[in-house]
């Protein structure tokens, strides 16, 4: 499928990462900025605002571009919705948005992907433009696993895997065999401090590792799981070894920095095949 690409933005870099992708590479776009967005930094494609509440408004003016692919791109945190601002199309989905607001993360993105898809859009992922945000299997840096770390991988790859049904969690600190924390609403962030507050006393000796991975139900055209420098830095404070993640499947930001930044700190950063 050929034809301009409607970027729907949220925060950060990706949106303009992957503006400059589609102008490096000759093709042709549309940002549709999300309140708290900026219309800067955009590589030159026209920017339109967006609001939560007028979905209708939105989906005539990605047509009025002759967009027919979308990539929802950048942080987009739960909004607060005016209802007295819906207009007809987002009232009329109103009651799957409010129902699907009250369940998980997946929930209500397969509801959101479900209306851009009825409109007529095809939903595609980021990393369909920017091959480079994935990492393939094995060792991206100069440090690799000791088996010890490959075990604790191996034990926080299947808590995981167990808390994927119920919508919970893509990270854990798992040392010596023992979970030092869970990643919940609060993020990556808040469960590496937390592990750096708490978690000297479980050691059992071992530094312990992050593993991240995609939720078995996650749709990762939009919400691919994400570390980056920052992830880096919260690990080595929290004293792990290393950080694990899903090969193809977790958004590396800024790689280069990423892996400079754990060759420099002396953490391994590994890509599990087959998680």
Known sequence: MTG???IVAGRGQLPKRLAARLVETGQTGVVAALPGTGTDGFAGLPVIAARYEKLGRL???LRGHAVTRIVLAGAIERPELDLRALDLTTLRAAPRLLRAFRRGDDGLLRVVIGLFEKAGFAVVGAHAFLPDLTLPPGAAGRHRPAPADLADIARADEILGALGPVDLGQAAVVAGGLCLGLETIQGTDALLGFVA??????????RGVLVKR???????RVDMPVIGPGTVAASARAGLAGIAVAADAVMVVDAAETIAAADAAGLFLWAMAGS
């Open 4 to 6: 301009p690409v409607g």
């Open 59 to 61: 989906f005539a003016d």
């Open 197 to 206: 507050e708490t978690g000297e006393r479980y050691r059992r000796g071992a």
């Open 214 to 220: 995609p939720k078995q139900a996650q749709d990762l």
